[in-house]
């Protein structure tokens, strides 16, 4: 599904953000990105998205060259894609249900969908009796529930998930992770990029290792190992 290609991104000159980095990312695996600060990992789900052009390498999407998609034609592609970011990014002077259902409307959604899709994903995240809070309203919990629902709501074939749950108390976070995890086993690739040594070691899940740019561990069913 998703492939990087002997990828690199350099700002400015001489500031490396990743190097030579190959990824190969199959339909409905789960795979947790893990490296301290500055290794790369959001320079990478970025890039996915298009909101960064790499300096060299290709990144496919099914097939579809990513870094090679005109700029006309990049909606299709995030269509594809769910993002989920540390800070929400909610729209303040909407309730839950508006912000989920904005997402919607700017994809073209009809109307008889919205009002079907989004009480569906909202029931989905737990949130049915919040629909009508506004985000301050809410929890910080409650909020990424949200902003997982907006990302989930236009049924992307993939969630790119950035620190997630690097806000939350524990029984929070381990509430979004395990939530993400339901979401990935009805289908939902999950990419999800996090400092937390304990989801991840609880997880069992794919562990992708990147340290100064480079990708230097992958496996299947790894840990939290930094070097």
Do not use: C, W
């Not at 579809?64 to 729209?91: A, C, P, S, W």
């Not at 700017?106 to 809070?133: F, H, Q």
């Amino acid at each position: 599904m998703i492939f990087f290609d002997n990828v690199s991104k350099i700002y400015n000159h001489h500031s490396v953000a990743l190097k030579n980095v190959t990824l190969k990312v199959d339909p409905k695996d789960f795979i947790f990105l893990v490296g301290s600060s500055g290794a790369g990992k959001t320079t990478l789900l970025k890039l996915l998205i298009r909101e960064e052009q790499p300096t060299d390498g290709k990144i496919f999407l099914d097939g579809v060259e990513v870094t090679n998609t005109d700029v006309n034609d990049l909606h299709m592609i995030r269509r594809r894609v769910g993002t989920v970011f540390q800070d929400y990014k909610l729209l303040p002077t909407k309730t839950a249900y508006e912000n989920i259902s904005f997402v919607m409307e700017a994809a073209g959604r009809a109307d008889a969908e919205i009002e079907e899709d989004v009480p569906e994903v909202l029931e989905l995240v737990g949130l049915s009796d919040k629909r009508d809070n506004f985000p301050h309203q809410l929890s910080g919990g409650e909020k990424q529930r949200v902003a997982i629902a907006r990302a989930l709501v236009n049924r992307p074939d993939v969630i790119l998930a950035d620190e997630p749950t690097g806000d939350l108390d524990p029984i929070n976070t381990l509430e979004i992770i395990k939530l993400l995890q339901k979401i990935n086993e009805l289908g939902t690739t999950i990419v999800l990029s996090t400092h937390n040594k304990e989801i991840v070691n609880s997880s069992d899940k794919r562990v992708v290792l990147l340290d100064k740019g480079e990708i230097i561990s992958d496996k299947e069913k790894g840990k939290y190992l930094l070097i």
